[in-house]
């Protein structure tokens, strides 16, 4: 879990809280949410977090070392309109799911004919 990484990196380097939110330019309360698993870091902060910590951001946010995702896939990913689209996807009924699917199979194939 990326707040349990966080910690256990911070911890690692000897650092509090307070030096890692100054760090990112944030309060401590708000950098406790990180680390409570409350709220997660945008891609700038996790950008500096993964450079700070001498990480991949793939690490921070899976426990995984994957060499083949870039900072730009996870910018992308990280949007705060695409995260707020996916969140009201996830709490879809299968039938508005599907709908959505159609109505993006529709904006595809328009977008082909032109």
Do not use: C
């Not at 450079?51 to 949007?79: A, H, N, P, R």
């Not at 009201?88 to 799911?97: N, S, V």
């Amino acid at each position: 879990m990326l707040a349990d990484r966080l910690k256990k990196l911070r911890l690692s380097r000897k650092k509090k809280q307070e030096d890692i939110a100054k760090f990112l330019g944030i309060t401590r309360q708000a950098y406790g949410h990180y680390e409570n698993g409350n709220r997660q870091p945008d891609y700038d902060s996790l950008k500096k977090l993964s450079d700070f910590y001498e990480v991949t951001i793939d690490f921070l946010l899976t426990g995984e070392d994957q060499q083949g995702s870039s900072d730009e896939m996870w910018k992308e990913i990280l949007d705060p309109q695409k995260q707020m689209f996916f969140k009201d996807l996830m709490d879809a009924p299968d039938e508005k799911i599907a709908e959505l699917i159609r109505f993006w199979e529709f904006i595809k194939e328009r977008d082909k004919k032109n």
